[in-house]
């Protein structure tokens, strides 16, 4: 999104025409994927990416789940054995968690005083946690616990990395000496991201990696999601 993005952002400050600008876009998504790798999580955000100003090129709707299915398509007609890297089961998994659970939970969060951010940063990571957890335990037989508030006190620093990150490559064939300055800031970015991995990854039980743990988490789970269901049937309207 941010490449694409800052293609057609680029183009509009230039005064270059929409149509040749998401031709920029498909250009700099395949230059991101070749410079990044072909792993199976940049091929489908690359796919999913080209396919979009594909569909404004053509004039035709985007439609999220083909966008994603086809990225899956490409990636096993490419190499079947993908279907069996960690990488391929969490990146999919995590999309298809987004696209179902985080509109249920914006749902439920509309209720509390949470700030519009803050309750989308909570729905992501409450549904890729969920929908990845069972891949975590089968391919690295560890399970994290403290997935929400990572990601809570991670997500303010992402979006200003990520910006940075791209205005020091532009720059840089420019200035050298101005991209090593905003690397050099984007560094206190990257430096507090690896504190707080370092802070939340070294609490106590911020991981399970027991037999024994998990059936003790999944029985508290299955408590707290049956005391839940109750409250919701007790609330909800009857017709």
Not at 95 to 124: C, H, Q, S, W
Not at 152 to 177: E, H, I, K, N, T
Request: glycine residues 8%.
């Amino acid at each position: 999104m941010l490449v694409a993005g800052g293609a057609l952002a680029l183009a509009w400050l230039l005064g270059i025409p929409r149509w040749l600008g998401q031709l920029g876009a498909l250009a700099a998504i395949a230059a991101y994927v070749l410079a990044v790798g072909a792993q199976p999580s940049v091929i489908r955000a690359g796919v999913s990416g080209a396919l979009v100003s594909l569909a404004w090129l053509a004039a035709r709707p985007a439609d999220r789940w083909h966008f994603c299915l086809l990225g899956a398509f490409v990636l096993l007609a490419w190499n079947p054995y993908a279907l069996l890297d960690p990488g391929f089961q969490l990146s999919f998994a995590a999309v298809a968690a987004i696209f179902v659970l985080v509109p249920r939970l914006l749902k439920t969060f509309e209720g509390y005083p949470l700030p519009d951010a803050f309750a989308g940063v909570i729905a992501v990571s409450t549904a890729c946690g969920l929908a990845t957890a069972p891949i975590l335990w089968l391919q690295f037989h560890a399970l994290p616990l403290l997935t929400v508030p990572a990601n809570a006190l991670a997500a303010p620093a992402v979006p200003p990395l990520l910006a940075l990150a791209f205005a020091a490559a532009l720059v840089g064939p420019v200035s050298q000496p101005g991209a090593s300055a905003i690397a050099w800031l984007n560094g206190w970015f990257a430096s507090y991201l690896a504190a707080c991995a370092r802070l939340v990854g070294g609490l106590p039980g911020a991981q399970v990696r027991s037999g024994r743990a998990l059936l003790v988490l999944l029985c508290v789970t299955a408590v707290a999601g049956a005391y839940a269901w109750r409250r919701w049937l007790s609330s909800s309207p009857r017709t």
